[in-house]
């Protein structure tokens, strides 16, 4: 039995939630909106986040049947121990392939931005042992750490909103459905975007933290204000980023959003340059996703195993560095990106229906069972 | 344990020697700070001199002939703040002129790299100059370079100037040690004055591929060692087309409802006339589909102050006659607007983002005829702009009559 001190509190669901989501990826964000859909790309980003949504709320249904139990526990009492072995080591290693391609991006924004000489190898390196060095806490740290970082990610990120806000055309953000574009257009466009691995990122974080939380029973409403605040700071960011660069300009950049901190002027001199500012908010975010995400390939494996995750930090960090140095350049990286991420997001979406099924399934058995 | 300490310490003297990102540590001394850019058309002879990124048989088929003029801060030289004692530094001291010659901005940059020790630095850049001649042949090839660099900010100024680029930039007031930053400032005051609109480098970007809207970028001239604004640059695409006069930039502002203002334009009334300055301004936009094609009826509201009056008749000390005033100086903004969008309408250039509003308000109409930046230059010509004048003078100065 779990002591209340070793237990996450609710607030730290919220910004473990929050942070793991918000991630490097918001950067490239509006991108994909706008190369497949045009100003409807706002539209199919929050398409995006209510799919996020319904996957959201299919984790919590599952997990709130066996709120004490853990991913593999999970897995085993619905599929038997042998699938479950099986199924949660082979999403140990869809989270391993995941972080590393969101490593990589980061890298890739650090070498073209701010460490143009150093090799990627070494921001790579440095960043996987930074986020190992933290897998070596448990839960609690995580949620400590999440919960330290919360405002470090919000507050510029309005910041940034607001500054931005001003030199905004409201007829770049219209009309709301695109010009010429099909709503089936606009739903795939949606799917691309939630296919991005800090969104699965951020979905799966919940199995590794509602066995942990102090009471499993406010899950729900913890989930749905995450929710809401992703919702919100994704939504303005794409929005604001539509509105000064129109979708024509977009297309053009590579991270639109970094392009974003580059348009902002104030006229106050020390000021001047905020983008000192805002590198923060990227390389927190970025750690923050990563980290969690390293957390989840760790403890999944860890899990199968029944061990602790603290045990094993550093099992998978090889890996990550291999699979994030094979990219040769952020064009490759995209590509894999959108591709892996259409794979591992179908198998989520069959696992999460499978035991979404199962889980109603037994509910149902067990209320019939109860009258008797 | 104690052995295990001495493996994290030596393990930790290490990462930290190894990984504290001496890379790309840069010492101030040791960069080439560029704060000023000038772009003027080359001749081949000029060229000729200076291959630096191909063999010269490959240059045949390459088209642009680039003469770049870097205006670069030198390190020490330049004080803070305001300068102490008589003896300031003179313009030469302060900054370096480097050239270079290309075949595209790249091959400019890198010929001038050639010539110096340092590596170049764009991150303090404050202006970019190019000659009209330059700017009629078009800024595309421009664009790329400037974009695809990180370190160039998109609130850069990128202006046109009348004749030699260079000699422009090089004109040196006193109110400031660099040329150039004299130059972004008088740039951003003139924002600040309502001289024109704030046109930067990151707007001209947007605007050139925006589909329903045409750039526009500050017209300079030289004029006896001053930099004088003449008006704004218009462009289709990435090529210069137009020039509007400074009245007519004053309208602009009026009609997309730029602020701030604080423009002043002298209005005949009666046998003298008022000069007026804008204080605030606004519009409203309607788009409504007539007869198959847009229509677009504006509304301006301007709120006005009267900085002076040439004739003793005019009389502006009774309520009515303010009133009489806000009138009569609607009706000559109307029509000096609507001779101003009939010009650029014959022209086809829509520099007001009538179309983007258009593509915003009307999208099935836009989707069916349009589509295209083309097709709407076209179209502009024929549409239909109403445009409707409130103008309200708030304030009248301490003289009473």
């Given at each position: 039995m779990k002591t209340k001190v070793d237990q996450l509190t609710m607030l730290q669901y919220i910004c473990i939630l929050v942070n793991s989501t918000i991630g490097i990826s918001v950067l490239s964000l509006p991108r994909w909106g706008a190369t497949n859909a045009g100003t409807a790309g706002i539209l199919a980003t929050f398409i995006g986040l209510v799919l996020f949504f319904i996957f959201l709320m299919a984790i919590l249904l599952i997990t709130s049947a066996?709120?004490?139990?853990?991913f593999f526990e999970i897995i085993c009492l619905h599929l038997g121990k042998t699938l479950g072995r099986i199924v949660t080591i082979g999403f140990s290693i869809q989270y391993v392939i995941l972080t590393s391609v969101i490593i990589r991006e980061f890298t890739e924004v650090m070498a073209t931005t701010?460490?143009?000489?150093?090799p990627v190898e070494i921001t790579i390196f440095v960043l996987v042992l930074t986020v190992a060095l933290s897998t070596q806490k448990s839960l609690i740290d995580y949620g400590y750490i999440n919960y330290f970082y919360f405002p470090f990610i919000i507050i510029p990120g309005l910041l940034l909103i607001s500054l931005a806000f001003p030199s905004g055309?409201?007829?770049?953000?219209?009309p709301v459905l695109g010009n010429g574009i099909t709503l089936s257009k606009i739903f795939i466009t949606s799917i691309d975007i939630v296919i991005l691995p800090f969104f699965q990122i951020g979905l799966f974080t919940l199995f590794l933290v509602i066995p942990n939380i102090?009471?499993?029973?406010k899950a729900l409403k913890g989930g749905v204000i995450g929710w809401l605040i992703i919702t919100m700071m994704i939504m303005l960011m794409t929005t604001v980023t539509y509105a000064v660069f129109g979708v024509e300009q977009i297309k053009d950049e590579v991270w639109p959003v970094l392009a974003l901190t580059r348009t902002i002027r104030l006229a106050i001199p020390p000021l001047q340059r905020l983008d000192v500012f805002f590198i923060l908010f990227w390389v927190i975010t970025g750690f923050t996703t990563i980290f969690s995400g390293y957390l989840i390939a760790t403890s999944f494996f860890a899990q199968s195993c029944r061990m602790s995750h603290t045990k094993l930090p550093y099992l998978f960090s090889p890996a990550f560095f291999l699979i994030a140095r094979t990219f040769d350049n952020h064009v490759q990286l995209y590509e894999f990106m959108q591709q892996i991420g259409h794979i591992t997001f179908a198998i989520t979406t069959s696992l999460l229906m499978i035991l979404v099924i199962i889980t109603l399934f037994k509910k149902r058995r067990t209320a019939n069972e109860t009258p008797q | 344990m104690k052995r295990r300490n001495k493996i994290m310490c030596i393990i930790v003297v290490t990462c930290l020697l190894l990984l504290?990102?001496?890379?790309?540590q840069v010492e101030i001394e040791l960069r080439a700070t560029i704060v000023g850019l000038a772009i003027d058309q080359a001749d081949h002879h000029e060229i000729e001199e200076d291959y630096i990124?191909?063999?010269?048989?490959?240059?045949?088929?390459?088209?642009g002939l680039y003469k770049m003029t870097a205006q670069l801060a030198v390190p020490g030289q330049v004080a803070l703040g305001p300068e102490e004692g008589a003896e300031g530094g003179a313009v030469d001291d302060n900054v370096w002129i480097v050239e270079g010659y290309g075949y595209t901005i790249g091959d400019a940059i890198q010929s001038m790299q050639q010539k110096l020790a340092h590596e170049l630095f764009f991150?303090?850049?404050q202006v970019i100059i190019v000659s009209e001649e330059v700017a009629k042949e078009g800024l595309a090839t421009i664009d790329d370079y400037f974009q695809r660099r990180?370190?160039?900010?998109?609130?850069v100024w990128l202006a046109v100037a009348k004749g030699d680029a260079a000699a422009t930039m090089a004109?040196?007031?006193?109110?400031?040690?660099i040329p150039a930053i004299y130059l972004s400032t008088t740039l951003d005051h003139a924002v600040e004055l309502g001289?024109?609109?704030?046109?930067r480098l990151g707007d001209f970007w947007v605007n050139q591929k925006s589909l329903g809207e045409e750039a526009m970028l500050p017209y300079i001239e030289v004029h006896d060692n001053n930099i004088r604004m003449s008006g704004m640059a218009c462009f289709k695409g990435a090529k210069m087309v137009n020039l509007i006069e400074p009245y007519q930039v004053v309208i602009y502002n009026a009609v997309t409802g730029f602020n701030p203002s604080g423009a002043n334009i002298m209005f005949p009334i009666d046998d003298g006339h008022i000069l007026a300055m804008s204080r605030n301004r606004d519009v409203e936009y309607q788009i409504k589909l007539d007869k198959g094609l847009p229509k677009i009826d504006l509304h301006v509201s301007v709120d006005a102050e009267i900085?002076?009056?040439?004739?003793?008749?005019?009389?502006?000390?009774r309520a009515e006659d303010v009133e009489r005033l806000n009138h009569h100086t609607e009706k000559i903004m109307e029509k000096d607007t609507k001779l101003f969008l009939q010009h650029m309408q014959q022209n086809q250039?829509?520099?007001?983002?009538f179309g983007e509003r258009v593509r915003a308000k009307l999208p099935q109409y836009w989707d069916k005829h349009v589509q295209t930046n083309a097709n709407w230059q076209q179209l502009f010509s024929q549409i239909t702009i109403n445009i409707n004048y409130d103008i309200n003078f708030e304030r009248i100065g301490i003289k009473s009559d």
């Amino acid at each position: 039995m779990k002591t209340k001190v070793d237990q996450l509190t609710m607030l730290q669901y919220i910004c473990i939630l929050v942070n793991s989501t918000i991630g490097i990826s918001v950067l490239s964000l509006p991108r994909w909106g706008a190369t497949n859909a045009g100003t409807a790309g706002i539209l199919a980003t929050f398409i995006g986040l209510v799919l996020f949504f319904i996957f959201l709320m299919a984790i919590l249904l599952i997990t709130s049947a066996y709120p004490q139990h853990n991913f593999f526990e999970i897995i085993c009492l619905h599929l038997g121990k042998t699938l479950g072995r099986i199924v949660t080591i082979g999403f140990s290693i869809q989270y391993v392939i995941l972080t590393s391609v969101i490593i990589r991006e980061f890298t890739e924004v650090m070498a073209t931005t701010l460490l143009r000489e150093t090799p990627v190898e070494i921001t790579i390196f440095v960043l996987v042992l930074t986020v190992a060095l933290s897998t070596q806490k448990s839960l609690i740290d995580y949620g400590y750490i999440n919960y330290f970082y919360f405002p470090f990610i919000i507050i510029p990120g309005l910041l940034l909103i607001s500054l931005a806000f001003p030199s905004g055309q409201y007829s770049n953000i219209l009309p709301v459905l695109g010009n010429g574009i099909t709503l089936s257009k606009i739903f795939i466009t949606s799917i691309d975007i939630v296919i991005l691995p800090f969104f699965q990122i951020g979905l799966f974080t919940l199995f590794l933290v509602i066995p942990n939380i102090k009471r499993p029973k406010k899950a729900l409403k913890g989930g749905v204000i995450g929710w809401l605040i992703i919702t919100m700071m994704i939504m303005l960011m794409t929005t604001v980023t539509y509105a000064v660069f129109g979708v024509e300009q977009i297309k053009d950049e590579v991270w639109p959003v970094l392009a974003l901190t580059r348009t902002i002027r104030l006229a106050i001199p020390p000021l001047q340059r905020l983008d000192v500012f805002f590198i923060l908010f990227w390389v927190i975010t970025g750690f923050t996703t990563i980290f969690s995400g390293y957390l989840i390939a760790t403890s999944f494996f860890a899990q199968s195993c029944r061990m602790s995750h603290t045990k094993l930090p550093y099992l998978f960090s090889p890996a990550f560095f291999l699979i994030a140095r094979t990219f040769d350049n952020h064009v490759q990286l995209y590509e894999f990106m959108q591709q892996i991420g259409h794979i591992t997001f179908a198998i989520t979406t069959s696992l999460l229906m499978i035991l979404v099924i199962i889980t109603l399934f037994k509910k149902r058995r067990t209320a019939n069972e109860t009258p008797q | 344990m104690k052995r295990r300490n001495k493996i994290m310490c030596i393990i930790v003297v290490t990462c930290l020697l190894l990984l504290s990102g001496c890379w790309d540590q840069v010492e101030i001394e040791l960069r080439a700070t560029i704060v000023g850019l000038a772009i003027d058309q080359a001749d081949h002879h000029e060229i000729e001199e200076d291959y630096i990124t191909h063999p010269e048989y490959r240059s045949a088929n390459i088209e642009g002939l680039y003469k770049m003029t870097a205006q670069l801060a030198v390190p020490g030289q330049v004080a803070l703040g305001p300068e102490e004692g008589a003896e300031g530094g003179a313009v030469d001291d302060n900054v370096w002129i480097v050239e270079g010659y290309g075949y595209t901005i790249g091959d400019a940059i890198q010929s001038m790299q050639q010539k110096l020790a340092h590596e170049l630095f764009f991150g303090h850049l404050q202006v970019i100059i190019v000659s009209e001649e330059v700017a009629k042949e078009g800024l595309a090839t421009i664009d790329d370079y400037f974009q695809r660099r990180n370190e160039i900010r998109r609130t850069v100024w990128l202006a046109v100037a009348k004749g030699d680029a260079a000699a422009t930039m090089a004109v040196s007031p006193k109110l400031e040690q660099i040329p150039a930053i004299y130059l972004s400032t008088t740039l951003d005051h003139a924002v600040e004055l309502g001289k024109f609109p704030e046109k930067r480098l990151g707007d001209f970007w947007v605007n050139q591929k925006s589909l329903g809207e045409e750039a526009m970028l500050p017209y300079i001239e030289v004029h006896d060692n001053n930099i004088r604004m003449s008006g704004m640059a218009c462009f289709k695409g990435a090529k210069m087309v137009n020039l509007i006069e400074p009245y007519q930039v004053v309208i602009y502002n009026a009609v997309t409802g730029f602020n701030p203002s604080g423009a002043n334009i002298m209005f005949p009334i009666d046998d003298g006339h008022i000069l007026a300055m804008s204080r605030n301004r606004d519009v409203e936009y309607q788009i409504k589909l007539d007869k198959g094609l847009p229509k677009i009826d504006l509304h301006v509201s301007v709120d006005a102050e009267i900085r002076e009056k040439s004739a003793f008749a005019i009389e502006i000390n009774r309520a009515e006659d303010v009133e009489r005033l806000n009138h009569h100086t609607e009706k000559i903004m109307e029509k000096d607007t609507k001779l101003f969008l009939q010009h650029m309408q014959q022209n086809q250039i829509d520099i007001f983002g009538f179309g983007e509003r258009v593509r915003a308000k009307l999208p099935q109409y836009w989707d069916k005829h349009v589509q295209t930046n083309a097709n709407w230059q076209q179209l502009f010509s024929q549409i239909t702009i109403n445009i409707n004048y409130d103008i309200n003078f708030e304030r009248i100065g301490i003289k009473s009559d």
